[in-house]
């Protein structure tokens, strides 16, 4: 069990500039944002933190939001709670009713996005949600910066590539007008449902065509499932869906998350996604 | 390390291990007794404390990361009028939660009628939701919650809704 430590060192950057020269200076300082992630799974009187640490929450430069016709920037910073408040009339709504399944207000008060994108060993509640919204994220070095889309940042096996000295400062969500936005956790049993498989889909329609559809499940480990095969094969066709193409995309679909996730699903929860996908098709144009 | 912030309206400062929860802080080295240490994971809700505005698990808080922050404990608003409505709505219906959830509840309940003077049933449980509580029911909240703005309209402050 950790002790009181008078040994961590903890630095608080006044600034953008300060935080990456710091990491400069000191690659191994690890960030700090709500530190609810950092914290979670630590019960102890004394939490067990890493010997430097850079407090970040408390920058402005990356608490910014700003909102143009075709996308929105949020800041790494950003708390959950703030982002709940703009609400889905100005922020994707699917995106909300995901923040909305994680913790409490007093947890979303300190959770930030950015720290939610971040963790390394789990593609957390918002991650595949980001990522169906064609998200892109500016990662910034001392001397450097890229922008890079959620999809590029994992790998198959869920590895997150952004490196240690690379800090991540800011999203940016494109606007644009799903007519069907749908996040649901879909709960493992009466235990805690945090890391329990969830899903995502959205979709566009337009005179009774289905223009756009994607769909992904996560927040069960590193891997995300998601069939971009599937989903191009429903773009054009008529909604409501028949039921013979909706059993035949439940078979599919169910033959799919069998095969990719073999062992980190149970037969409950392949029963569920499959189930989960059939109904948000079976809405779609209903 | 040194750490300062505000407390209850107060600029205060100490030296304290920076890995040192800010429940922690507030009991052992302030004397604020009204938010408690239950399960240290941001589950059970006993530590609630206000944090720059915004209801806040002060056990996820280390406490180096309140540097600089505005904090309310229950004991900063326990003499304010709005408390009062709300322990006289929770006695008039024999709403007693437990003493180790009872101050960060009624914290709870201010945060709640002070944004949503008349709430209804879903903004009550939004706000509850980060309370984690065995021993009394989600109807018994509503009625004390129910009652606490019924006394206040009673006085003639209305919310306003
Ligand atoms: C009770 C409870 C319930 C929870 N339920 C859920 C849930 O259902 N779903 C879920 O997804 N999460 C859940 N969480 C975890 C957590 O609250 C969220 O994932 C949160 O969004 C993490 O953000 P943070 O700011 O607290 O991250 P932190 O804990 O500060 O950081 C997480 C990681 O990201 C790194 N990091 C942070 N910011 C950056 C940055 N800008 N650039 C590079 N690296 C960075 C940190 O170094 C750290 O490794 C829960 C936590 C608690 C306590
Ligand atoms: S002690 Fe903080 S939520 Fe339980
Ligand atoms: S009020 Fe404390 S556990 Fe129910």
Known sequence: ?286 | MTVSFLLNGKSVSLDVPPNKRLVDVLREDFHLEGARPGCYAGECGACTVFVNGELTHSCLVPVFAAQDTDIITYEGLADTQEMKYILAGFDAVHYHPCANCRQSRLLTAYALLTTHPVPERREIDAFFSGHRCGCSSMGELYTAIEQAVDMRRRSGRHGRR
Not at chain 1, 139 to 158: I, P, Q, Y
Not at chain 1, 189 to 202: A, K, T
Request: net charge positive; proline share 5%; charged share 25%.
């Open chain 1, 1 to 286: 069990m950790a002790a009181a430590s008078e040994r961590i060192n903890v630095f608080r950057p006044r600034t953008l500039a300060d935080l990456l020269s710091l990491k400069r200076r000191k690659p191994d300082v690890s960030l700090f944002a709500g530190g609810t992630y950092i914290l979670q799974n630590d019960t102890g009187k004394y939490p067990e933190l890493l010997p430097a640490i850079a407090s970040i929450r408390h920058l402005d430069e990356l608490k910014r939001i700003h909102r143009t016709e075709r996308y929105i920037e949020l800041g790494c910073c950003v708390s959950l709670a703030e982002i709940n408040r703009i609400g889905g009339e100005t922020i994707p709504d699917v995106l909300i009713q995901a923040i909305r399944s994680i913790g409490s207000p007093p947890v979303r008060s300190l959770a930030t996005i950015g720290g939610n994108i971040c963790a390394r060993d789990k593609r957390l509640t918002l991650f595949p949600v980001l990522l169906l919204l064609d998200t892109r994220v500016e990662l910034r070095e001392h001397g450097g910066s890229r922008w890079a889309s959620l999809t590029r940042l994992v790998d198959a096996e869920g590895n997150l590539h952004i490196s240690e000295t690379e800090i991540l400062t800011r999203l940016r969500i494109p606007l644009v007008d799903w007519n069907y936005q749908y996040h649901r956790r879909l709960s493992a049993g009466p235990v805690s449902d945090r890391w329990s498989l969830s899903f995502c889909g959205i979709a566009s329609t337009n005179r009774g065509i289905l223009t756009d559809f994607r769909c992904i499940f996560g927040s069960m480990g590193k891997v995300l499932l998601r069939n971009r095969e599937i989903e191009a094969e429903l773009v054009s066709r008529k909604v409501p869906l028949l039921e013979r193409d909706l059993s035949a995309i439940y078979r599919d679909f169910e033959a799919y998350v069998k095969e990719s996730a073999p062992s980190m699903l149970s037969p409950f929860q392949v029963g569920m996604a499959g189930k989960m996908i059939r109904w948000f098709l079976a809405s779609l144009g209903a």
